[in-house]
């Protein structure tokens, strides 16, 4: 691996830059790692809520990633946003061919509304094709229950059994979210082959939420190249995103639920 890690986002756009691969090249950039991107989707948003969805084509996608990867190989690949079963079928399909050492699944299935964001066929794909060509996933409950066609987990005990079924779908390793869950602490589940951990961080007081699960996957991969496990890596990005957040406020950022403020450590 190279001195500064070469880190993919594979993901949409977000106009209002709190999110999607926006997010990513912020949270990348503020990590200390060179970002590229490779774009699935263009999404009219801000931080009210999302008004459109223009997909791009899977055979473009995939040719998008062979011409990056054939010429800049990344050291980690964060996946975000994925609309479709053809698209999640190129995606894999580039894994398979250029092997990279570290992936990062964001599984972008529910809306913060409560709907479901992918069709059937597309979340088939994303559990059956994925799953089990990424090294870590990490869902919030809905997209966990949905992945396992189940009701979303109501306690930290049912987090750890939640977690296990989805390494038992072919995950490698899994971060459950918790931050829907009441109490002033938020804490995760980490499950990897050894067994489950749990990560806490304290809840923020603050509206400014926007695009938290982007930042939290991409500042992952930005940061697994440089530690020796997932656990690390992980526990690095809650205290990074954990800043973030408490800095959220100073941005003044639209008129809904604004972004977290990636570069809090610089200005």
Same mark, same amino acid.
């Given at each position: ?59 473009? !996608? *995939?040719?998008?990633? +062979?011409? #990056? $990867? ?5 050291? %980690?690949?964060?996946?975000?946003? @994925? ?26 299935? !529910? *809306?913060?509304?409560? +709907?479901? #964001? $992918? ?5 088939? %794909?994303?559990?059956?094709?994925? @799953? ?33 079924? #989805? ?101």
């Amino acid at each position: 691996m190279s001195a500064v890690p070469k880190v993919l986002s594979i993901a949409g756009t977000d106009p209002s830059g709190g999110a999607g691969i926006q997010a990513d090249l912020k949270t990348f950039s503020a990590l200390g790692a060179y970002g590229m991107t490779v774009v699935t989707a263009l999404v009219a948003q801000t931080t009210t809520g999302v008004k459109g969805i223009h997909e791009v084509p899977a055979e473009f !996608v *995939a040719e998008q990633l +062979d011409t #990056l $990867l054939a010429d800049v190989p990344a050291d %980690a690949v964060k996946i975000g946003m @994925l609309g479709n079963a053809p698209l999640i079928k190129a995606v894999a399909a580039a894994l398979d061919t250029y092997r990279p050492e570290y992936v990062v699944l964001d599984p972008v299935m !529910v *809306a913060k509304s409560g +709907d479901r #964001l $992918l069709p059937a066929d597309a979340v088939a %794909a994303l559990r059956e094709t994925l @799953l089990p060509r990424v090294h870590l996933i990490t869902p919030n409950l809905p997209e966990a229950a949905d992945l396992l066609a189940e009701k979303p987990a109501g306690s930290l005990a049912e987090m750890h059994e939640q977690a296990q079924r #989805l390494r038992a779908l072919g995950a490698r390793q899994v971060l459950l979210k918790g931050g829907h869950l009441d109490g002033e602490t938020c804490v995760d589940v980490l499950a990897t082959p050894e067994g489950t951990v749990e990560l806490a961080a304290p809840r923020v007081d603050t509206k400014n939420t926007h695009g938290t699960g982007c930042t939290l996957s991409s500042a992952i991969a930005a940061l697994r190249p440089r530690h020796d496990d997932w656990e690390g890596a992980v526990r690095a990005a809650k205290t990074y995103l954990t800043e973030a957040l408490r800095a959220a406020d100073s941005l003044h950022v639209g008129h809904g639920h604004g972004p977290v403020h990636h570069f809090h450590a610089i200005w």
